[in-house]
């Protein structure tokens, strides 16, 4: 029996382990933006003052919609959702960012118990779900302006000077009553509701709305708060600004990441038809300057709710689509957390706010885009190196780049081509590689082999694309989850027939 139960731990701890405790790494994750009154429309009975079409105004996408479409988001590869806020709206607020009532969810997009579903529908499906709050401001002509009670609760309006950091903390963005969060009452309102908001919804994050307009002294209060409560909490914040090390003082202040406005420029310069591709390879240096040990703590994207559609306003010709192609490879292939905004696995168009806000197609769109976004996605979940790895640059110019990334089983190499075919040749040694087999390559126009020592990749025009290489195989050619299985079925074979010639002595 004691060599039974030895073959038993044995077994037990080969399996995979259980749910772990700790707070999740969201280099794991890929989150995919959701605009709800722009996504679908799921229960046309909230739809109240609708109307489909008009770009200013609530068009009838609501959290069943969501719902509906949650595993059309998992099929795509996502692990993790983002929705645009739910609080109650002033007026047209269509878009979330013009709070009435922040305990209140807007009537368009459904009520609490649509949205306790939504997150615990989600959650079942193995997604995450982050929600977009604003506590930087209220929405226009909000009735607290002209209540005694609450007139205390606000800056006086003045124009923002975004040279001046205080400025940009108390001045009104956009017009928008600015909340004083250095009133205590603002103060605690502010941390109160949020905690509440967790404990009725049970979301894993928050993306926070104009984070950088916040004082960083109330934002560290603010985080510390939901923080003791709620350790593993995700919390990213909107900080527009391109400069990382400007970026860094917020994650001083108690954000687990930033909106990395940086990359997103790179992307828009590299990928441009004039471009300089080389410029793909500027942003995980400079993410150092976001401090040792935070370097991935970025939400990258290619396109957002707030700036252009990646294809610009038109439907996208052949050229388009192919830098589009290159960006997707880009995006799940670079350090940080990726985010995917609804449309841009089709090819949506969109120009400046509102158009790159039009309503997600259900039907058409680019399949061959939609089915690149399954694939990149894909490998980069069943890929450490992609997801935690480290980050070198191979080779970099105007026309070409191509980088890896290190860190697991495999190292993983991408190349982005620009106009012209051609031919590149990576010595192995520069991957930290003895010898390797190409296990996998992915991607539009592209082809790759191992020749000696040495990765050899033939590139179409525009092409972009993922080689994974390993190390040679073990003399035996049987994997090493092969051998671990082998290796149980010796020792259980061993513990049974120990019990059956014990049996037979005793009989004996």
């Not at 009670?149 to 800056?155: K, S, T, V, Y």
């Amino acid at each position: 029996m004691n060599t039974f139960l030895a073959a038993l731990v044995v077994v037990a701890s080969l399996l995979p382990a259980g749910p772990s405790a700790a707070p999740t790494d969201w280099r794991d994750e890929a989150i995919y933006m959701v605009m709800t009154d722009r996504f679908k429309n799921g229960d046309p009975t909230n739809d109240l003052d609708s109307v489909p079409g008009k770009a200013d105004w609530w068009q009838g996408g609501d959290l069943q919609g969501v719902i509906d479409e949650l595993d059309y988001i998992k099929g795509l590869g996502m692990t993790a959702i983002w929705i645009t806020p739910v609080a109650e709206q002033m007026g047209e607020g269509y878009h979330g960012y013009w709070t009435r009532d922040p305990y209140k969810i807007d009537p368009h997009l459904g009520d609490m118990a649509k949205l306790q579903e939504l997150v615990r529908t989600a959650h079942t499906k193995g997604l995450k779900v982050v929600l977009d709050v604003v506590i930087n401001h209220l929405g226009y002509g909000h009735p607290w302006l002209t209540d005694d009670e609450h007139i205390r609760w606000f800056h006086d309006l003045c124009p923002i000077n975004f040279a001046d950091q205080k400025s940009v903390e108390d001045c009104w963005l956009a017009g928008l009553p600015d909340l004083n969060t250095e009133n205590p009452s603002v103060r605690r309102y502010l941390k109160t509701w949020a905690l509440w908001l967790i404990d009725q919804t049970g979301v894993d994050g928050f993306r926070v709305d104009a984070a950088r307009h916040l004082p960083k002294e109330f934002l560290l209060d603010w985080t510390g708060a939901i923080k003791a409560q709620h350790p593993g909490f995700w919390i990213l914040g909107e900080v527009y600004s391109s400069g990382y090390r400007y970026q860094s003082g917020f994650l001083d202040a108690g954000l687990d990441a930033v909106t990395d406005f940086q990359t997103y420029d790179s992307v828009r310069i590299g990928l441009d038809p004039r471009g300089n591709l080389g410029q793909l390879t500027t942003s995980p240096s400079l993410a150092a300057d976001l401090g040792t040990g935070r370097e991935d703590a970025r939400a990258i994207f290619i396109d957002n709710h707030d700036v252009p559609r990646f294809v610009g306003r038109d439907v996208p010709d052949a050229a388009t689509k192919a830098r589009l192609e290159q960006a997707i490879v880009y995006l799940f292939t670079m350090p940080g957390t990726p985010v995917l905004y609804y449309g841009t696995e089709v090819a949506l168009p969109g120009g400046p706010d509102p158009d790159d806000r039009r309503p997600m197609p259900w039907t058409g769109g680019d399949e061959d885009v939609r089915q690149l976004v399954r694939d990149v996605a894909t490998l980069r979940q069943a890929t450490p190196s992609l997801r935690q790895g480290s980050f070198d640059e191979v080779q970099s110019e105007r026309g070409l780049v191509v980088y890896d990334r290190r860190g697991g089983p495999d190292v993983a190499v991408i190349a982005i081509n620009g106009d012209e075919t051609r031919s590149v040749d990576v010595p192995l040694a520069k991957l930290g590689l003895d010898a390797g087999v190409l296990h996998r390559t992915m991607g539009p126009g592209i082809s790759g082999s191992v020749d000696g020592k040495t990765l050899r990749v033939t590139l179409a025009p525009r092409a972009a694309g993922v080689f994974l290489l390993g190390a040679a195989p073990d003399a035996s050619g049987l994997p090493l989850w092969s051998l671990l299985l082998l290796a149980v079925a010796v020792v259980l074979l061993a513990a049974v027939v120990t019990l059956a010639r014990r049996r037979f002595l005793r009989r004996a």
